[in-house]
């Protein structure tokens, strides 16, 4: 026979019940918080890649079509509104130094070539048309590396081979406190 006292938990039970639920919620939580957070911050730091991405695949799809290509060792002496360069000399920057900016012409008009200058130029990628003031072309959340960032180019003087540009790209993606190094090198070559 059953006695009808045994039938229900003892308060001690039931809150012991209760502080292991609690417990094992407040963990749970703040696992889904913390994995959130972490989602937001990757997903943040993939579209300033995208964003990289995109600048460097629009550049290298022009370099592609382009011609006349000069190297620049010294982007910085540009100014915010730069000529084209006319001196041959500067053409190539094949060395252990390479250039931090490049310049060349696409024949996109049956009336005149686009003239575009790409440089390093502070933590940004920049453009400029057409001897235009310069326009910043990565995302705010995309540091470049100055001093590790340049431009090379090979090939521009022979008869026999293409000309090759070179990009090697340093820097971070940043969100908030959260920074994500990276390094990219791509080559481009004349497909006229």
């Known amino acids: 026979m059953l006695n009808k006292r045994n039938k229900g938990f003892t308060l001690i039970e039931l809150m012991v019940a209760v502080s292991l639920f609690t417990t094992v919620a407040v963990i749970a939580t703040g696992a889904v918080l913390s994995a959130n957070q972490i989602s937001k911050k990757a997903q943040a730091i993939k579209l300033a890649m995208d964003n990289l991405n995109f600048a460097l695949d629009s550049m290298t799809l022009k370099m592609k079509k382009g011609g006349g290509y000069y190297c620049i ?29 490049i310049a060349f012409y696409l024949d ?33 959340e995309v540091d470049v590396d100055f001093a590790k960032s340049r431009f090379y180019v090979y090939d521009v003087d022979a008869t026999d081979k293409q000309p090759r540009i070179v990009i090697s790209f340093y820097g971070q993606a940043k969100v908030g406190k959260e920074t994500s190094d990276f390094a990219v090198q ?3 070559s004349d497909r006229r």
Request: charged fraction near 20%.
């Open 186 to 188: 791509t080559t481009v």
């Open 73 to 101: 060792d010294d982007g910085n002496s540009l100014g915010s509104t730069p000529n084209y360069p006319a001196d041959q000399e500067s053409r190539v920057c094949s060395g252990s130094g390479g250039g931090t900016a």
């Open 108 to 140: 996109d008009s049956p009336t005149s070539p686009t003239r575009y200058i790409y440089r390093f130029f502070g933590d940004e990628l920049q453009v400029s048309q057409n001897s235009g003031a310069f326009v910043r072309i990565t995302a705010e």
